[in-house]
């Protein structure tokens, strides 16, 4: 595992996070074994929300049993519109979900708190503030925005530093070799994926921003278990939002693609697709979700795979498609 720093959490942080937005975790069941065995491959900073049923409860049952809270890193995100649509960025919602994150973590602190979608019409400044708040009495470390535009993050932190306050320091879009077309769930999804966010993926290389990539491998596009020959036959392999969201053609040829890379180099999709993420010149972390150990052993090894320059454009269809024979072709098909 490789880990990186991230401005005001105290611990390292696993550049692979595990993600608690599952079963058994959403129902409030035990989930203890599979949380040892990924803490046990080095995972040290596990993804949670209010949002995510009983997630939090299982989570904090964990850390309370292991006795571990001080190894372990922390990212919990408050703020989610209500089940009717209702949007909450605003203090007494925030403080509200705060209460209850730590109470169910059973925690007096988070080491990553973040807005889990933005509001717009909320000025950025009263945000910044209170984040700045809830760091200050300790309960929080770093904080920032899941589903915040690049711009509204500028502006966040163009008010926090000209009154001298902690900025965002961390961002959570979706970003990952699939280009999210469509917004799976609707309500302010926010993507930096694909070729009409490349002015998004630019600003993250140029600020080196820490971006937590969710849906990281396209909610199971990129599993392994979908096949780029399948695409009529999708949608009894991924749910409801990952067809939604990342079942459209130029998403089938980078499968195609990735495919193709996977058995040259002998791996697997993917790492193909994780190796991916972390070959864009962005301070990039993943969330992963799976059931699996063995799947997340493989996810880790994705870290040290070599990926040319050359390999990563091809991924995501920025060089010509090859023939048969393995040649480049141009959009006719005529090798170049």
Not at 243 to 272: H, W
Request: proline share 4%; charged share 25%; net charge neutral.
């Amino acid at each position: 595992m490789q880990y990186q720093k991230i401005p005001y959490v105290k611990k390292p942080v696993s550049r692979i996070l595990f993600g608690t937005a599952m079963a058994p975790f959403t129902a409030g069941g035990d989930g203890n074994e599979l949380l040892d065995a990924m803490y046990g491959l080095g995972v040290n900073t596990f993804d949670a929300a209010r949002n995510y049923g009983l997630a939090e409860r299982s989570f904090g049952n964990w850390l309370e049993t292991r006795e571990n809270r001080n190894e372990i890193v922390i990212l919990s995100k408050c703020g989610h519109p209500s089940v009717f649509g209702r949007k909450r960025v605003n203090e007494t919602e925030m403080r509200k979900d705060l209460k209850k994150s730590l109470s169910n973590l059973r925690t007096d602190y988070i080491d990553i708190y973040m807005l889990h979608r933005d509001d717009p019409e909320v000025e950025a400044g009263e945000v910044v503030e209170i984040f700045n708040a809830m760091h200050a009495e300790g309960k929080i470390g770093a904080f920032g925005g899941s589903n915040w535009t690049h711009e509204r993050i500028a502006e966040a932190n163009e008010y926090a530093y000209k009154h001298s306050m902690i900025p965002f320091s961390v961002s959570s879009p979706n970003f990952g070799l699939a280009d999210q077309v469509k917004d799976p769930w609707g309500g302010g999804c926010v993507t930096i994926s694909g070729p009409a966010n490349k002015g998004a993926r630019e600003w993250y290389k140029e600020t080196q921003m820490p971006v937590i990539a969710y849906s990281s491998l396209g909610r199971g596009f990129f599993s392994g278990k979908l096949k780029s020959a399948d695409e009529d036959c999708a949608s009894k392999i991924l749910d409801s939002a990952a067809m939604k969201g990342y079942a459209y053609p130029e998403n089938f040829e980078r499968l195609k693609r990735c495919e193709e890379l996977a058995a040259e180099k002998g791996v697997s999709v993917p790492q193909i697709a994780m190796t991916w993420i972390f070959r864009q010149n962005m301070n990039t972390f993943a969330v992963v979700s799976t059931s699996k150990p063995e799947r997340m052993k493989e996810n880790i090894h994705a870290l040290d795979i070599s990926l040319s320059e050359e390999e990563a454009a091809y991924l995501d269809l920025a060089c010509p498609a090859r023939n048969q024979n393995g040649n480049k072709t141009n959009r006719r098909g005529v090798s170049v």
